[in-house]
T-cell receptor, first 110, second 116 residues
Framework: AQRVTQPEKLLSVFKGAPVELKCNYS??????LFWYVQYSRQRLQLLLR??SRESIKGFTADLNKGETSFHLKKPFAQEEDSAMYYC????????????FGAGTRLFVKA | GAVVSQHPSWVICKSGTSVKIECRSL??????MFWYRQFPKQSLMLMAT?????????EQGVEKDKFLINHASLTLSTLTVTSAHPEDSSFYIC????????????FGQGTRLTVV
């Protein structure tokens, strides 16, 4: 079964502290992995995708196929990073469907 | 980035009536649009995938006669909730992609449906 698991519903860190949002997936093929972010009162938007290997707003995510993980990391959290983060998977079978995790709310305290 | 507009943002309707939600891509042609449903504090659940000019593909467990999807043009898809019941109350979100350009998915702002 295709599944994306985000074990933490809420993550609270202090400003300047490192942050890691965990994501594990269950899929037998070679999926494409994404992180989406939803800031307060805004729509869902793409943060980064594993194939681009970019750092967006200081966030990075490395795909670990052995551990089937795609954790999102940032070395120094900022207050403006407070948002809802969704890890998502797109199967390699075509159709371009996106399967979302349950989401993790990140709260960065001053 | 590209803009996807969803209308209305919220709607309240009586049980038994039908409600139509529109999803428009404002500055690009969306070959494919996706409809999601989100329950409080839960993830987005894909309901169906619609391709312009063809019938929508529904996910398992989604009633196609209940949730009518039409993708008549490259910029508009509609979701009609027919004979709405209180359990249909939810947050509905659409996303649109131009697969010919392998673009990312762009999301609408969502529609809060409340059936009373």
């Amino acid at each position: 079964a295709q599944r994306v698991t985000q074990p933490e519903k809420l993550l609270s860190v202090f400003k300047g502290a490192p942050v890691e949002l965990k994501c594990n997936y269950s899929y037998s093929g070679s999926p494409e992995l994404f992180w989406y972010v939803q800031y307060s009162r805004q729509r869902l938007q793409l943060l980064l995708r594993h194939i681009s290997r970019e750092s967006i707003k200081g966030f990075t995510a490395d795909l670990n196929k052995g551990e089937t993980s795609f954790h999102l990391k940032k070395p120094f959290a900022q207050e403006e990073d407070s948002a809802m983060y969704y890890c998502a998977l797109e199967p390699d079978t075509g159709g371009f469907k996106t399967i979302f995790g349950a989401g993790t709310r990140l709260f960065v305290k001053a | 980035g590209a803009v996807v507009s969803q209308h209305p943002s919220w709607v309240i309707c009586k049980s038994g009536t039908s409600v139509k939600i529109e999803c428009r891509s404002l500055d690009f042609q969306a070959t494919t649009m996706f409809w999601y449903r989100q329950f409080p504090k839960q993830s987005l659940m894909l309901m169906a995938t619609s391709n312009e000019g063809s019938k929508a593909t529904y996910e398992q467990g989604v009633e196609k006669d209940k949730f009518l999807i039409n993708h008549a043009s490259l910029t508009l898809s509609t979701l009609t909730v027919t004979s709405a019941h209180p359990e249909d109350s939810s947050f509905y979100i659409c996303s649109a992609r131009d697969l010919d350009r392998e673009s990312e998915a762009f999301f609408g702002q969502g529609t809060r449906l409340t059936v009373v």
